[in-house]
C-alpha cells in the first residue's frame, strides 16, 4: 500500500509543479519522476528488510539476501534510467521485466504468510495477491503509458 501512496503523491505533487513552472502538464514526465520516487522508496526496504526480503525470495535461487541486495540497486538503477532521456526506453522495458519476475516472489509470500519486513509466517497470506497482482500491473501498464509509449 505505501508505495501505491508514494506513487499517487508524489505524482500529484510532480504534475502540480510543473504545471505552476511551465504553465502546461507534462503527464509522462511527471508519471515517470514519480514512478522514480517510488522505486527509490521501495529500494529503501531492500536494505533496511533485507532479512525478511530474502524470505520471499524463490527457493530455487541461492544467495538470497544478496539476491534482495541486488534488486534494490536494480530499483535505484531504474529510477535513475528512467529520468535520463537517453536511457528512458531501455530502463523502461527492463523494469516491465523486473516487475514480472517479481511476481514468484510476491506468490510465494502470500502463499507462505511471508511477513517481509522480518521474514516470520505471519504476513497477510493469500489476501495480499488480491492487492499485489493488480499492483504489479497497474506499475506495468504505468511504466508503459509514461516511459514507452509516450
Known sequence: MKPLLVLFLSFAIVTAVIRLSSGQFNLPLAGR???ACMLLFTAVGHFIFTQGMAAMVPDLLPYKKEVVLLT???EIVFAIGLLVP???????WLLLLFFILMVPANVKAAMENVNYQTG?????GLAYLWFRIPLQLLFIVWVYVTAIRN
Open 33 to 35: 519522476i514519480a514512478m
Open 72 to 74: 534494490g540497486v536494480l
Open 86 to 92: 537517453r536511457l528512458q526506453l531501455p530502463t523502461a
Open 120 to 124: 516470520e509466517l505471519n504476513g497477510p
